[in-house]
């Protein structure tokens, strides 16, 4: 089972890309994310999962999902995290994640995607996006291949500045940073709704046909890339900057 989380698609195109070199079954947990609700996986004989990388650690949505979610035990479980630079120690809570569900931990891999996270970083011109997703393909096929024959991933290891730093900037990043305050709708918004139908956690309504954000975000920047008419900016620091559309 591959199951995966994805803001804009650098993940899904991984995890799609996984799931049809192994012929296992693909699990989107975009609805279960919404719901907050946890899913049964009991019956699946490996699991993949597939995530960005915020901060160096997974998603705390994606961890949180897992927790939620029923495995068999000693089930085989490998992490694959797309960034943008490095997992940094992405690896370390990946493997507190599947110990916590009892899950055999065969290793975490990194995909370099795209950057998406646009308030902080630009992402790069269509053509420099295109040769990085070009590049990362090698290195999903090298996982894919692991993945079929059971074998562990590489262990890439993780600097010991890494997993003393990481949950010292975690908490107040998350607490400080992660807000939908400064997401606002520009003049060009058409009202079609979109950026709440991409929005993995519910949290933007449409009132009057302009999108409304509430304090439920985790930053995946779904709702300000997607959008159509690029309508969405993020106070004053999106401005001006090219959006990431994803691999498709």
């Given at each position: 089972?591959?199951?995966?989380?994805?803001?804009?698609g650098?993940?899904?195109?991984?995890?799609?890309?996984?799931?049809?070199?192994?012929g296992?079954?693909l699990?989107?947990?975009?609805?279960?994310?919404?719901?907050?609700?946890?899913a049964?996986?009991?019956?699946?004989?490996?699991?993949?999962?597939?995530?960005?990388?915020?901060?160096?650690?997974?998603?705390?949505?994606?961890?949180?999902?897992?927790?939620?979610?029923?495995?068999?035990?000693?089930?085989?479980?490998?992490f694959?995290?797309?960034?943008?630079?490095?997992?940094?120690?992405?690896?370390?809570?990946?493997?507190?994640?599947?110990?916590e569900?009892g899950?055999?931990?065969?290793?975490?891999?990194?995909?370099?995607?795209?950057?998406?996270?646009?308030?902080?970083?630009?992402?790069?011109?269509?053509?420099e996006?295109?040769?990085?997703?070009e590049?990362?393909l090698?290195?999903?096929?090298?996982?894919?291949?692991?993945?079929?024959?059971?074998?562990?991933?590489p262990?890439?290891?993780?600097?010991?500045?890494e997993?003393?730093?990481?949950?010292?900037?975690?908490?107040p990043?998350?607490?400080?940073?992660?807000?939908a305050?400064?997401?606002?709708?520009?003049d060009?918004?058409?009202?079609?709704?979109?950026?709440a139908?991409v929005?993995?956690?519910n949290?933007?309504?449409?009132?009057?046909k302009?999108?409304?954000?509430?304090?439920?975000?985790?930053?995946?920047?779904?709702?300000?890339?997607?959008?159509?008419?690029?309508?969405?900016?993020?106070?004053?620091?999106?401005?001006?900057?090219?959006?990431?559309?994803?691999?498709d």
């Amino acid at each position: 089972m591959i199951i995966y989380f994805s803001g804009t698609g650098n993940s899904r195109f991984a995890a799609q890309r996984i799931a049809a070199a192994t012929g296992d079954e693909l699990f989107d947990c975009f609805e279960y994310l919404r719901s907050g609700k946890g899913a049964d996986f009991t019956k699946a004989a490996v699991c993949v999962f597939v995530a960005p990388v915020y901060v160096s650690a997974p998603p705390l949505v994606f961890t949180d999902f897992i927790r939620r979610s029923r495995f068999a035990e000693g089930c085989p479980a490998y992490f694959v995290m797309t960034c943008a630079g490095a997992m940094g120690a992405a690896p370390v809570y990946c493997r507190k994640a599947a110990s916590e569900k009892g899950l055999i931990y065969l290793g975490t891999a990194q995909v370099k995607m795209p950057q998406n996270y646009i308030p902080y970083f630009k992402t790069g011109t269509a053509e420099e996006n295109r040769k990085k997703i070009e590049a990362a393909l090698p290195d999903i096929d090298r996982i894919s291949d692991a993945i079929s024959k059971s074998r562990a991933l590489p262990d890439p290891g993780t600097k010991a500045w890494e997993r003393l730093s990481t949950p010292l900037v975690l908490k107040p990043y998350y607490k400080l940073f992660v807000s939908a305050k400064a997401f606002n709708a520009t003049d060009s918004c058409v009202g079609c709704g979109k950026c709440a139908a991409v929005c993995p956690l519910n949290n933007i309504t449409m009132r009057d046909k302009k999108p409304v954000w509430e304090s439920n975000c985790t930053h995946c920047m779904a709702c300000i890339n997607l959008c159509p008419k690029d309508a969405i900016e993020y106070g004053k620091k999106t401005r001006g900057k090219p959006r990431y559309h994803g691999p498709d």
